[in-house]
């Protein structure tokens, strides 16, 4: 796809970057270029420049950037980015909460202690936006995304937008499948009511937890590797003596197994590297094929 079309497009009211470097975006620090990078200003915006793109065009939907390492050689195609746009928030009956999927999931999770609604804190230990975590099924200590989940909005590549209910979806552990080319742009959650200063003090203990176990303050993607079934992806690597293991910039935390820490520069390969050393250990040593969970995308250098 020719970049300048789109760029003189008058209908288009957001930011549009070219040849923009995704280590600015993602939380690792680290990575190549995007062709194009395009912050909507509201959904019909994104409608339109998604009803202008190729039907072949490689499309990078990103939030945070909490769970995507691009390749040094860059990301041949567009990035919509949602950070600060679909960010509608809105309590619509006594137990269902309207969440544009450019909510942070921190967010939702103190919303809802504030309308006194429960089962939402988990959330504040996903560091990402709700779109993200519809997309994946996130979850953190002990709580998943589509377990509330009562319906969603999607948008397709014509920028046409779909209600569908959670039943149109397959959902397993950090897996969700449904109709193809579409991707979220809210959801209506389902909880409950309840005590909501109980609710603010488990998302304060919930976050001190995280903050004793986890390398919060570190250039990292958050979970590299999905749990295997019956067993944690930190404790197989932590097993295998790899906690502090380097390849150049990239390093495995000393605080906890399952996170790759960019300690010093490191460059996108320096990490996939460590992340297929990793996997090549575990699979030795332990016999158990490790699953990213961390999206990688771009062309190889």
């Given at each position: 796809?020719?970049?300048a ?37 509201d959904?019909e915006?994104?409608?339109i ?14 939030g ?25 928030l ?27 609604l ?24 002990g ?8 319906s ?16 149109e979806?397959?959902?397993?552990y ?12 809210a ?17 304060r ?11 919060t ?85």
């Amino acid at each position: 796809m020719e970049a300048a079309p789109i760029m003189t497009m008058p209908q288009l009211r957001g930011e549009m970057l070219y040849d923009e470097s995704m280590s600015r975006h993602v939380s690792w620090r680290a990575g190549g270029s995007a062709k194009c990078y395009f912050l909507p200003a509201d959904i019909e915006d994104l409608s339109i420049l998604l009803a202008s793109l190729p039907a072949d065009e490689n499309i990078l939907w990103l939030g945070l950037g909490s769970n995507t390492l691009v390749r040094d050689a860059g990301f041949d195609g567009t990035v919509i980015a949602l950070q600060g746009v679909m960010n509608e928030l809105e309590r619509l009956d006594d137990d269902r909460v309207y969440v544009g999927a450019g909510v942070t999931a921190s967010k939702l999770a103190r919303y809802c202690a504030k309308e006194n609604l429960v089962g939402a804190e988990f959330f504040a230990g996903i560091p990402g936006l709700v779109g993200g975590a519809l997309a994946m099924n996130a979850g953190a200590f002990g709580g998943e995304t589509w377990r509330y989940v009562a319906s969603v909005e999607t948008i397709d590549r014509e920028g046409n937008r779909h209600k569908r209910n959670a039943d149109e979806y397959q959902v397993g552990y950090r897996s969700v499948n449904g109709p193809a080319d579409e991707w979220f742009i809210a959801a209506t959650f389902q909880f409950e009511q309840g005590d909501g200063s109980t609710a603010s003090a488990n998302i304060r203990q919930l976050l001190a937890r995280r903050a004793e176990t986890q390398p919060t303050g570190a250039a990292s993607c958050g979970s590299v590797f999905t749990n295997p079934e019956n067993d944690h992806a930190a404790r197989l690597i932590e097993s295998c003596g790899l906690k502090g293991y380097r390849i150049g910039g990239a390093v495995v935390s000393e605080k906890h197994a399952n996170f790759i820490i960019n300690d010093s520069n490191a460059s996108a390969d320096d990490i996939e590297s460590l992340i297929k050393h990793i996997q090549k250990t575990v699979l030795k040593q332990q016999g158990i094929e490790l699953q990213t969970e961390v999206r990688i995308v771009g062309g190889m250098a």
